[in-house]
């Protein structure tokens, strides 16, 4: 067992959590201006990328709980939803890998799992609203999704959530091979391997 802040230093593998809760136009997907996503700005006290952007929940993996436990912890307590809500309506959506490279030039392997919780057409939204409970989060803003891809652009958001939105945005076809030259690429990129069963 090892302190998730140590393993940047030994180039260990982590593993998160992540959840984007967004409402859409089914009849329209596809047109960034028919999605709309719930995007947190982290605490300015946070050790770690403070003031950026993230997903609407996300969080590491502690070692005795298992995945799913981990982002129903991580929503009620980060985000201040209830327990039913995540284990009634929130689907897994797949899981990406990436490999950061810090400032200072450590190399960070990690494994995100995603999941989806879509807000239904005419539900109450007072239900799916988040709210910051833990001081981890200084506020949340429901921004369309064409704000979001702006926001990326200019780096706002932490590295790693970024590359979870970005495989959001491809799995509901907001991101398709005809409109983005790299697609294949960005999709090899999102899923490769690191041979992380070794360590």
């Known amino acids: 067992m090892m302190e998730r802040s140590a393993c940047t230093l030994f180039g260990v593998v982590t593993y998160g959590v992540h959840m984007s809760i967004f409402e859409d136009d089914e009849h329209q997907r596809g047109a960034l201006d028919s999605?709309?996503?719930?995007v947190p700005t982290r605490s300015k006290s946070k050790q770690t990328w403070p003031g950026y952007l993230d997903n609407t929940v996300a969080g590491g993996i502690p070692c005795e709980l298992d995945v799913f436990d981990s982002l129903v912890q991580e929503s009620t307590e980060e985000a201040s939803l209830a327990e039913e809500v995540i284990r009634e309506e929130c689907a897994l959506g797949g899981q990406s890998t990436t490999q950061n490279r810090t400032r200072t030039g450590w190399l960070q392997p990690e494994i995100h799992f995603v999941y989806d919780l879509r807000i239904p057409i005419g539900a109450a939204q007072e239900k799916y609203k988040p709210k910051p409970l833990d001081g981890k989060v200084d506020s949340f803003e429901l921004l369309p999704l064409?704000?979001?891809?702006?926001?990326?652009?200019?780096?706002?958001f932490k590295p790693g959530t970024a590359?979870?939105?970005?495989?959001?945005m491809i799995r509901w076809g907001y991101l398709k091979p005809e409109d983005e030259p790299g697609y294949q690429e960005i999709v090899t990129r999102l899923h490769g391997g690191f041979e992380h069963d070794k360590w």
């Open 163 to 168: 590359l979870v939105v970005l495989d959001f």
């Open 146 to 156: 064409t704000e979001v891809v702006l926001r990326m652009q200019r780096g706002l």
């Open 35 to 38: 999605c709309r996503m719930w």
